[in-house]
């Protein structure tokens, strides 16, 4: 019996691209076509997250961790830092009144770009509002309480349609309960600081403060795998940089 | 009244009192139309406004608390502008217009009459009492009306006078009585106000809706009972209106949305704008997000769409690139929803002092000019008041080495600082010499904290030395 080898054809092989968009368009994994994702500058955590940074249309979460549970600084730093690169206003959605305007400034987001608003419990509510607003930057919440599947998709779906951002900031009551059930956040990241460099690298003993660093753990990502990366925090154009003894030496470890 | 003149007092006593009194004669058409002018003036506190001869009017403030920061605060600025014209006011709110009626003008308070009516069903939180009016709680109208004097339920004068020659001198006295004998000795009069003033029956207040407004009505053939019904009617009432208002070159800042009900009750639900707007699909939005509030009854057989408030608004060119975004749409919605006071921006404002440079100002203000101040790198949460923590530290100008917070003892690798803060001496005696000096540290872990010390170290005016926690990085 003679052997069949089977090769495609070559008239099928342009097939086999456009149909791997298709399905990625239907797991809805990939960001749309003419909205590319925001990406960090920072090839090492780009690369690990599909598109190549962070999907635009779509509902994210950030959480600090141990004793900044409660206050979720470096998240909210980190949260604006990402809108400080994205062109448009932005709507913030407050539930304790502790949040300092000139903060944000040393982020890179300016305070002028900010419409606040003291929500209470209608948090979900006002952040639905903003979401259905196409030409804002994005919308962040500060959330103490739980994140249902349901709010979370209803959320991620009012995010695809206008193209506005959704970050969700976590930020329980009680430094005890992390939240961790499954939404339907295309991302979930935990923001930790980590001891800080000497000011001037070339002169170890000036004392002063460096630039801040942080541990960003990302702990789910929809089309991508978690990891863990030790990056410099927001400088004031809301960049993050690498960690310099890495820059030159070989990748970070991921988890 | 300081004179010792009451009304009802005959004209030669008070000329016998008073030598050298004016007399004028009353003209009551007069007066009447002045109390109507005054019920339509009032329209922009609530929509629905109507006289209440021969010396006050009702006000349905029904929904309408949120958009003045509460009823108190409402009651607050009503009689505050009344003032500015010379007319002294007393005011109530309360749940039913019987029970409005009888505490504004019987309860202890300064003289006038005026008094607002918030149904049954409305929202009401506990709000800190006003000055001039008074707020009644919900469902403590029965409380507040008992030791109220029986002429305070709208009677007839005989039946005032024979009631009192029975010894019947408050409506508490009235309501313990059994209602059959109430009726069938004095009539039903007495018990028809008495259950007014009680909410037992619903006493429509018949508003007065100025001519001279852009308003349109819809009229069914059937009456109106479902939400989506409802919601289509809204757009089908509109449209027009914008059609005219574009027609005018106007644009809405208020609108107030009114319920003809089978049963004669009117309700209405008021949305406001932060800047002047004739979009037919923004408008009809925010007017659909309140039907919920609406109780149709038995059914609604009209609507009304009353413009009270237009402003001019210019046609808009499309501007040639891409332009900022509107976010006044964003903006209305979302104060409509929270109320005006949750919705604002921050502006800088020139002081050194941190908890104080930071000042909210309504979102669609125009920007104030001042920049803001470009300074040490800001933290983001800043705590409110500031945390009293332990912490060790050399004189006059080191950071401290350790600090304790929360009982959590955080060492300190690195620091930076002092940054002096001299405090307003013209904000508050208390600061005359007070200084902080504020350091940022970051800890084993690498968080970092925002501390500061009171006083300089050097001279004990300045300040005692004690540490706090100040802001989150």
């Known amino acids: 019996m003679e052997q069949i080898q089977y090769a495609p054809p070559r008239s099928a092989l342009p097939c086999l691209g456009s149909l791997r968009a298709e399905v990625a368009r239907i797991e809805r994994s990939a960001p749309r076509p003419g909205l590319p994702a925001l990406s960090f500058g920072i090839p090492l955590l780009d690369g690990a997250l599909p598109g190549g940074g962070l999907r635009v249309d779509a509902l994210h979460e950030v959480m600090g961790v141990g004793p900044d549970l409660q206050h979720a600084a470096a998240a909210a730093r980190f949260a604006a830092g990402i809108l400080a690169r994205r062109p448009g206003p932005v709507l913030w959605v407050l539930e304790r009144a502790d949040l300092f305007a000139p903060g944000l400034a040393s982020a890179g987001l300016h305070p002028d ?17 903003g979401l259905r607003h196409r030409g804002l930057a994005g919308v962040v919440l500060e959330l103490s309480g739980p994140l249902s599947l349901t709010a979370s998709r209803r959320l991620h779906l009012a995010a695809e349609a206008t193209g506005v951002m959704a970050l969700v900031l976590r930020r329980p009551w009680h430094a005890g309960e992390a939240p961790d059930g499954t939404t339907a956040a295309a991302t979930r990241w935990q923001v930790s600081a980590l001891p800080s460099g000497p000011l001037l690298p070339h002169a170890p003993g000036v004392s ?47 988890a | 009244m300081a004179l010792g003149l009451r009304p009802g007092m005959a004209l030669a006593h008070a000329t016998a009192l008073v030598p050298g009194l004016v007399v004028l004669d009353g003209q009551p058409g007069a007066d009447a139309d002045a109390l109507r002018r005054l019920a339509a003036w009032c329209h922009r506190y609530a929509p629905l406004t109507a006289p209440d001869p021969p010396d006050g009017v ?24 009344f003032m500015r014209d010379g007319l002294h006011v007393r005011s109530a709110i309360a749940d039913t217009p019987g029970a409005a009626h009888a505490v504004a003008r019987h309860r202890a308070k300064p003289p006038g009459a005026q008094d607002a009516a918030a149904p049954a069903g409305a929202d009401r939180a506990a709000a800190p009492p006003s000055r001039d009016g008074t707020v009644v709680p919900p469902g403590a109208h029965r409380d507040a009306l008992a030791p109220l004097p029986i002429v305070a339920l709208r009677l007839a004068a005989e039946l005032v006078s024979t009631l009192r020659r029975l010894g019947l001198e408050r409506v508490a006295h009235l309501e313990r009585l059994p209602r059959a004998a109430l009726v069938r000795r004095f009539g039903p009069q007495v ?132 332009a900022t975004p509107d976010v006044s749409a964003l903006v209305d919605r979302l104060s409509n929803r929270l109320g005006a006071a949750q919705v604002f921006r921050a502006e800088p404002v020139e002081s050194d002092v941190p908890e104080r440079s930071v000042r909210l100002v309504p979102a669609l203000a125009r920007h104030g000019g001042i920049g803001w101040p470009s300074r040490w790198p800001a933290p983001v949460r800043l705590l409110h008041p500031p945390q009293p923590v332990e912490a060790l530290a050399a004189l006059p100008d080191s950071a401290p080495a350790a600090f304790t917070w929360r009982r959590h003892r955080h060492r300190i690798r ?29 800890d084993g872990d690498g968080a970092r904290f925002w501390l500061f010390r009171r006083g300089d170290g050097v001279d004990p005016a300045t300040g005692a030395l004690e540490w706090f926690l100040h802001g989150l990085f």
């Open chain 1, 113 to 129: 770009r900010v419409i606040f608003a003291r929500a209470g419990r209608d948090g979900l509510l006002a952040m639905e509002e």
């Open chain 1, 208 to 254: 002063g403060l460096g630039r801040v660093r942080w541990r960003l753990d990302l702990l789910r990502c929809r089309g991508g795998r978690p990891g863990r990366w030790d990056v410099e925090g927001c400088d004031a154009q809301g960049h993050l940089g690498l960690v310099p003894a890495l820059a030159n030496g070989p990748a970070a470890a991921a």
């Open chain 2, 58 to 81: 009702w006000l349905d403030v029904t929904g309408c608390a949120h958009l003045f920061r509460g009823e108190a605060a409402l009651l607050d600025a009503l009689a505050e502008r």
């Open chain 2, 191 to 322: 018990a028809l106000r008495l259950d007014q003033a009680h909410g037992r029956v619903h006493e429509p207040i018949l508003p007065l809706v100025p001519e001279e407004l852009l308003q349109h009505r819809v009229t069914f053939l059937e009456p109106l009972l479902t939400a989506e019904a409802l919601s289509v009617a809204v757009q089908h009432l509109v449209a027009p209106l914008c059609a005219r208002m574009e027609g005018a070159g106007l644009g809405a800042r208020r609108l107030d949305l009114l319920f003809e009900r089978v049963d004669g009750g009117v309700q209405a639900i008021r949305i406001g704008t932060g800047r002047p707007s004739r979009d037919a699909k923004h408008l009809s939005r925010m007017l659909e997000e309140r039907l919920e509030e609406v109780d149709p009854g038995l059914g609604v057989e009209a609507m009304r769409l009353v413009i009270p408030l237009a402003e001019p608004l210019g046609w808009r060119q499309d501007a040639a690139g891409p």
């Open chain 2, 414 to 442: 690195h620091a930076d600082g002092p940054e002096r803060i001299h405090a307003e001496w013209w904000v508050r005696d208390k600061e005359m010499w007070a200084v902080r000096d504020y350091f940022r540290v970051e």
